[in-house]
């Protein structure tokens, strides 16, 4: 029987689960469309891959678009019969075995592997090694013999200057020694996958890995059977639901408590009796650790692995937006104030400027989840290191919101074991929320400012402006009535 076809994508999927291999190949119709964020985060890949070609310059791209994959390897061999030392997406198939790979060269000691990776390091976890070591095999097989292999990937300690250096921006790791130690495994593994492809689907139940290392896109289909008010909704560390669930505890009322950590005993009681755990004496400490003139403060960023602007690195927070709401003194009046840069500049010194404008320096700054703007006002630091003062006052100045959610000080069963402001907000202030919301977290309002920054349609800019200035006030606003919540319960 002749082989099974399957792509190395296809084959790194089987690695994860071998159940979502075989529904894709025979009921792709339950694989979801992808998402604006997937979409991204593809395109992105393919960015970087293009940037990548810059240490390998003047090679041939063997294309995929609208072309059938026979059509790509004819072309391929047709590339290598004429010479060609320098090969982009180049097809080769084996057995059934489909891949494309990054980048191949050849030198005077035969031809080597360069594969592109947006990560800033290898990932074990993420099957890098696998990807390469399925890669050696279908090319040696194929008759493309390589010398060397390796993994090209990010260097997230690269700063940019000027034009993007290329040599500077990604680190290549040989991986040779790596993946050619793999082949008997990876030839055992393919065989497994290609047998079980001509047999029946295999029986497999939820795990660790729908979400490791990727999110499976045929949870809604594998996880029917889990009832609303599961395992699943008690999270935290030294919870572990699989544990009950492989064990045939899945309701949550089946539970044995005494098996739960403190936290997830109030959320378990919490759930079962749908009920809010409120802590009075904490909170009071947190509403007394708050003083006037209070403000509240909001970024949205940007961030990727090529830097784009002088100064930053990969990956590195950029405002691109704020918002702030204060009240000056006890029983002043709510005022608003917010910073949304214009499309294609370079938004970092005006929202820098202008924080510093805003912001009095006896301000007490509330903004949830601490890490992240910290972070943001650190990288401003580094950037306008003249503003270090004002800066660091800030940073000494703001207190965290998500505390009293993460320690419990108030934990509603409504918020399903998450302290994210995105289930504390419409639980704590139900005319709230950000459902139906045309954005409605970081990620969305990131790829809307870019979407904002590519668009020629003045309408299309100024629709994205308002939807933009709406999350952001909300999250602001939100904060302000959330405090408000924790005072009446105090
Ligand atoms: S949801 Fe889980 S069990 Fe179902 S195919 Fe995906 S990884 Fe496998």
């Known amino acids: 029987m002749s082989e099974i076809f399957i792509s190395k994508s296809q084959s790194l ?3 994860q689960c071998l159940k979502s291999l075989y529904l894709e190949k025979y009921q792709p119709e339950l694989i979801p469309e992808i998402d604006e964020s997937q979409e991204a985060l593809f395109q992105s890949g393919k960015e970087v891959g293009f940037v ?10 063997i294309s995929s678009e609208d072309i059938p994959i026979d059509e790509q390897i004819e072309k391929t061999k047709a590339e290598i019969k004429k010479g060609t030392k320098i090969l982009y997406e180049a097809s080769f198939s084996h057995n059934g075995l489909f891949i494309k790979s990054d980048v191949l060269t ?3 000691g ?32 194929a008759g493309i013999p390589i010398s060397k292999a390796y993994l090209v990937h990010i260097n997230n300690q690269y700063e940019r200057h000027g034009d993007i250096e290329v040599d500077k921006l990604f680190m290549v790791n040989d991986i040779s020694n790596d993946i050619k130690k793999m082949q008997s495994d990876i030839l055992k593994q393919i065989n497994a996958l290609q047998s079980m492809l001509k047999g029946e689907a295999p029986e497999i139940d939820i795990g660790e890995y729908c979400e490791t290392p990727y999110e499976c896109g045929l949870k809604t289909h594998c996880w029917k059977h889990i009832p609303e008010g599961s395992v699943f909704n008690l999270k935290g560390r030294g919870i572990k639901p699989f544990e009950f669930y492989r064990k045939g505890i899945v309701n949550l009322n089946d539970i044995p408590i005494a098996k739960l ?12 009796g749908k009920k809010d755990y409120i802590n009075k004496t904490a909170l009071r400490g947190f509403i007394d650790s708050l003083w006037y003139p209070l403000y509240f403060l909001d970024f949205e960023t940007l961030r990727g692995p090529i830097p784009l602007f002088n100064g930053t690195k990969p990956y590195q927070q950029i405002p691109f937006q704020y918002s702030l709401h204060y009240i000056e003194k006890a029983d002043g009046k709510l005022r608003h104030s917010e910073f949304l840069a214009e499309p294609n500049t370079d938004p970092r010194r005006a929202i820098v400027e202008k924080l510093k404008r805003e912001l009095p320096e006896n301000a007490c700054v509330v903004v949830y989840s ?10 401003l630091k580094s950037w306008f290191p003249e503003f270090s003062n004002e800066l660091d006052n800030v940073i000494n100045n703001l207190r965290d919101l998500m505390v009293p959610f993460r320690n419990q000080h108030y934990y509603s069963w409504g918020m399903q074991g998450s302290y994210s402001i995105k289930s504390v907000l419409p639980v704590l202030v139900p005319e709230l929320g950000y459902e139906g919301m045309e954005i409605s977290d970081g990620d969305m309002a990131m790829l809307a400012y870019k979407k904002m920054c590519e668009s020629q349609d003045p309408q299309e800019i100024e629709n994205i402006r308002k939807a933009l200035l709406n999350y952001c006030r909300l999250d602001t606003f939100g904060m302000v009535k959330i405090v408000e919540k924790l005072k009446e319960c105090t």
């Open 110 to 141: 035969g031809w080597e592997l360069y594969e592109v990776k947006s990560t800033t390091k290898i990932k074990e976890e993420n099957f890098h090694f696998e990807d390469g070591a399925f890669q050696y095999h279908v090319l040696n097989s």
């Open 52 to 61: 990548a070609r810059g240490l390998f310059p003047g090679g041939v791209e």
């Open 261 to 272: 950590p403190g936290h997830g005993q109030i959320q378990l009681k919490c759930a079962l």
């Open 13 to 15: 999927k089987g690695l």
């Open 370 to 379: 601490i890490g992240f703007e910290k972070g943001v006002l650190n990288n």
């Open 106 to 108: 050849k030198g005077g």
